[in-house]
């Protein structure tokens, strides 16, 4: 069955909090989805919908890079075990990129594998001369949500300090 794809509401809340810490071996990105959102910081935050269940959920937030430009960061993104690989993901993500454009950001980095984020249309970072906090090498990605939306000179680019919560 298809997924529909729609922004959170309140009642969501805790499904999309299930969702995470089934997908991932720890409730780190969990906790750090619910933080983002009780620190106003998650620019876009999509559900996926099958049979009126929660089974997938994507976060943006706002990332800093050195010299005030901002853009969002894609994370976590969270797809159910039993709903995997049936395209739920690649939906979230492509719906999320649509409604970050949508609300003007700028671009978009992501730390992930690059053939997955590759299909979206992420490639590496260094593209630029950005860097990331966390030593990502080449699992850092960036993309320009119109061209040309990544100044020139590089730069290290922040997460919200809310992340350091998955390493926790
Ligand atoms: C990553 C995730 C959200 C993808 O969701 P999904 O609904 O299974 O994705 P899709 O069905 O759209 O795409 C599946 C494809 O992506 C590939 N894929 C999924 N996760 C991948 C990963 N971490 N690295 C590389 N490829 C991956 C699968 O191999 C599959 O490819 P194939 O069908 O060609 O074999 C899901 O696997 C998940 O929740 N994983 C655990 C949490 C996680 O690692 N999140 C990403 C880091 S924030």
New binding site residues.
């Given amino acids: 069955m298809a997924a529909s794809v729609r922004p959170e509401v309140p009642a969501d809340i805790d499904a999309i909090h299930r969702v995470n810490a089934a ?2 071996r720890t409730d780190g ?1 969990a906790r750090l989805v619910d933080a983002l959102r009780a620190a106003g910081k998650l620019t876009v935050s999509l559900v996926a919908e099958s049979a009126g269940n929660i089974v ?1 959920h994507v976060a943006f937030s706002p990332v800093a890079l050195e010299g005030g430009m901002g853009g969002v960061g894609l ?5 159910a075990p039993e ?9 979230l993500i492509r719906e999320g990129l649509v409604a970050c454009r949508q609300k003007g950001c700028r671009f978009v980095v992501v730390l ?2 690059p ?2 984020y590759g299909r979206f249309g992420f490639v590496a970072a260094s593209r630029w001369r950005l860097r990331d906090e966390f030593g990502g090498g080449d699992a850092f990605m960036a993309l320009e949500l119109l061209p040309g939306r990544i100044p020139t000179g590089g730069g290290l680019v922040r997460y919200a300090p809310e992340f350091r919560l998955v390493t926790q």
């Fill in positions: 997908a991932f990105e997938g994370g976590p993104v969270a797809v709903f995997q690989r049936r395209g739920f993901g690649g939906q992930g594998d053939d997955y």
